[in-house]
Structure formats: C-alpha cells, structure tokens
C-alpha cells in the first residue's frame, strides 16, 4: 500500500506548499469587509464559522463524484491515484480557490456572473445557460443515486428506490428554500465530520489489513480497454476537479467573515476530497484483489453502490459498515440540494431577482424541481455521462476566466491557464471520442483535442496581451 499512502502524503504536502503560493498569488486581505457582513439578509448571506464553512463546503464538493468516480477510476489501474493526488493540486485546488475567492470579492456572486466579468457577456451568457444545466442534472443524478443506495441497504426497512427518492426529493425541495443556516448550516458540519471518520475508517482497515495494490502502470487495465487519456480525466472528475464544485463555491463565499479563511476552506475542501477519492481508488482496486476482480464486482454486485456496500461491511464489520454507507449516502443527498439551491441562486443573480421573500424563492425552486424529477425517468447512465463530460468543461472556462483575472491584476497566470489549458484537451478530445459525442478514433481525437488546447492557450495570451496594452495606453 506504499503507493497509496505515497498519493496521501503528496495531497497533504501540496496543501501546505503549493495551497500557499496560490493563496499568497492571491493577496487575500483580513481586513476587506466580505459579502456575509456587509450584506447579510438572513437567507442566502449569514456569518458562519469557519470550520463549520470548511464542512459544509466538503460536503457540497463530495457528491458521488469522488467515491463512485473514484471507484469507477480505479478500473483504469494505479494510473488513478498520481490524476487524484496532481490533479487536485494543481488543478482542482486551483479551480476551487479562485471560484470562491473571486466570488467572495464580487459580493458572492454565482460563477457564471464571474465568467462573465472576466471573460466577457458573451461568455456570461453561455455560463448561465450551462451551469444551471449542469446543476439540474447533478441534481437529479444525485437524487437517484442516494435513493438507490437507501433502498439497497433497506434503512427502516424500505427497499423501494421510488420511496426514498420522494423522500429525498421533499428534503431538497426544503433545503433550496430554506435559509441557509436552518437546515444546511446545522446538520451538513456533522454528516462532513462521520463522511471524513468514515473514509478515515476504511484507510486505515486497509493498510492494517494488508491490502495489496496492482503493480503500478501508466497504462490502463479497464476491462473495456478504454484509454487512460482522456477517459481517466473524465471518469475521475470530483477527485480531481470539477466543475460542480465552482457552483458550490459562491454559497460558502456569502457565508465567510474573513479573506484569510479561503485556503482553508475552498482549497483545503478540495485536498480533503482529494484523500477521500484515494482511500477509494485503493479500496476499489485491492478489496477484490485486482483490477479485473474489480470489474466482475462492479457488473455483478450492483454496480458501484454495491461496491461500497460490500468493501463497507467487510472492512468495519455491520454497524461500521452501515455508517459508513450513510456517510456516503449522506455526500451525495448533500450535494444534490445545494446543486438544486445554487441554480436557485445562478437563475436569481442573472435576473437581479430578490430572493428574500420565499414567493420569489418558490417561483425558482418549483419549475428546477419539475424538470430534475423528470429527468429521473432517464436511464442513469446516461444523465451520468453527459454530466461527466459538462462538468469537466466547466472547470476549463473557470480556470481560464481565474487566468483572466491573474492576466488584469498583473499577476503570474500561469497557475490558472497550465491547467486551463489541459483541461481543454481533455474536455475536447473527450468530446470527440466519447459515445456521447462525435464518436471518432483516437488518431483523430487526440490531435484536435491538442490543437484545440494549443488554440486556446494561444488565443488567451494575445488577446490578455492586448488588454494589457490598452491598459497602459
């Protein structure tokens, strides 16, 4: 398990080290008044401490994504743990910190208003559309997914995946509505603790236990023979970076009393999450003793809430085990509501619509909630997909919009357009191979995926370059 405990050290180092130079990059400032003070309405606005932001702001980011992504990503091999371990730091940590530091300096602004502002209206336009796209699929995928694991574990006795989405429907209908520190405030800092306990538990059981992990390789060991490049990248997304998590981020960024706190918060949030997806990577690949063992269990055994279910009861026996569950349950149902809330709030903020009456909050909420319902009726893998891929792209537009800003600030972007520019590689050869997209070979993907990253990259110097030189004119 050297590998593994290796990945958690990198995670834990980069926190310290390159989480300073981002943040120092920055330039946060103590005494600048943030939006939770100077605003505060009592709904969207409220002054929180930090260590229950910290938690509530995990819990936000750790949907499935980083234990079904990470599950699903150790199909590819020990390829997975170095994506999780410099993705999230030199990407996801990134992607995480700018969208809340920038939103908490723009008055707590949803993300696609910050897109706008630094990469223009067009691109705001664009952002508003797609993010709460995004948001009402990940909505609805997380909407299902606790469903099925509820039923599947039968807690209370009910095993219809039909009743518990009902019941988990209700409950995000209250939380979108509902004044961020009644519901979200209370109880998400005590489900983010049991959620960190429990990945915690099923480390250690693994390293105790002496679990072996796959000689490591860069080449991919999926069953299907999918390439490591770009489907890794994909398939592993809130591990690593996602864009889901740059909506999230404008919540916590109303909620914060003090700029200093950012590096706690939205970077720390995205090495914790990054540890989480790492403890199940490596669970994933040495439970079953292999990666093709892997396989077997995922198309046999209920596929990945099965696999959670199966590692969490042999790890830490039946009351660890169904603790375990619920904490991962309890990632995802945290998740989908504030997806649910922060489309609420990206629909509200592009039509300047006041959202303290609750008749205003329900004029939102109602049609959001009818379409995500819908949506369930969908077969799962397929809403799945398509949110894989626009989650990935969303993280390309705000790392290049955090480029945008370090480029006007005169501050060394290239924190912001490295990774910028790989996620567009990604996003665009995926796209192109993807059963979803274009469906092309990789002879052709993989060159446009490139040419397009290149394209970009070139495209956002000359023209950050010209708007220095107006500037100075």
């Not at 999230?88 to 300096?105: E, P």
Request: hydrophobic letters at 55%; proline letters at 5%; one cysteine or more.
């Amino acid at each position: 398990m050297s590998l593994f405990i290796l990945g958690i050290i990198i995670l834990i180092v980069g926190y310290f080290t390159y989480g300073k130079i981002v943040d120092k990059v920055f330039e946060t400032d103590e005494n600048r008044e943030t939006p939770a003070t100077r605003i505060n309405d009592g709904i969207d606005f409220v002054p929180m401490s930090t260590p229950k932001i910290f938690l509530i702001q995990l819990l936000n980011i750790a949907g499935l994504g980083p234990i079904f992504g990470a599950i699903q990503g150790a199909l590819f091999g020990p390829a997975a743990f170095l994506w999780i371990a410099f993705g999230s730091i030199f990407a996801g940590g990134v992607h995480d910190y700018f969208s809340g530091m920038l939103s908490l300096r723009h008055d707590g602004q949803s993300i696609s208003e910050i897109v706008g502002i630094y990469l223009g209206e067009g691109a705001r336009k664009v952002m508003r559309v797609f993010s709460v796209i995004l948001l009402v699929l990940v909505g609805t995928v997380f909407m299902q997914g606790p469903a099925d694991l509820l039923a599947n574990i039968k807690l209370f006795g009910l095993g219809d995946a039909n009743v518990w989405l009902g019941i988990v429907l209700v409950y995000y209908f209250l939380a979108t509505i509902l004044p961020v520190d009644k519901i979200i405030g209370k109880i998400y800092p005590l489900f983010g603790l049991a959620l960190l306990i429990m990945a915690g538990g099923i480390g250690g059981a693994l390293v105790i236990n002496g679990y072996q992990l796959p000689a490591f390789t860069i080449a991919t060991l999926h069953p299907d023979k999918l390439p490591v490049w770009p489907m890794l990248f994909v398939t592993i997304a809130c591990g690593a970076i996602s864009g889901f998590h740059a909506t999230q981020s404008p919540m916590m960024a109303r909620c914060m009393t003090n700029e200093k706190d950012g590096k706690k918060v939205f970077y720390g949030a995205m090495i914790a999450e990054g540890v989480i997806a790492m403890i199940w990577a490596a669970a994933a690949m040495a439970f079953f003793g292999g990666v093709p063992q892997l396989g077997e269990a995922l198309a046999n055994g209920g596929g990945p809430g099965g696999v959670v279910n199966t590692i969490s009861n042999s790890l830490l026996g039946p009351i660890g085990g169904l603790l375990a569950m619920l904490g991962v349950i309890a990632a995802p149902i945290t998740s989908g509501d504030t997806a649910f809330r922060s489309a609420r709030l990206t629909i509200a903020d592009a039509a300047k619509y006041e959202q303290e009456p609750i008749k205003n909050r329900l004029i939102l909420a109602l049609p959001l909630f009818a379409i995500g319902f819908g949506l369930t009726r969908i077969d799962f893998n397929i809403i799945w997909r398509y949110f894989a891929w626009s989650n990935q792209t969303l993280a390309m537009i705000v790392l290049w919009a955090s480029a945008a800003y370090l480029v006007k600030e005169g501050k060394p972007h290239w924190i912001a357009s490295a990774p910028a520019t790989f996620m567009t590689a990604v996003s665009i050869t995926y796209i192109m191979m993807a059963p979803e997209g274009f469906k092309l070979s990789s002879s052709i993907s993989y060159p446009v995926g490139l040419l397009a990253a290149v394209g970009a990259l070139i495209y956002f110097l000359v023209k950050m370059n010209k708007k220095e030189e107006l500037q100075k004119a």
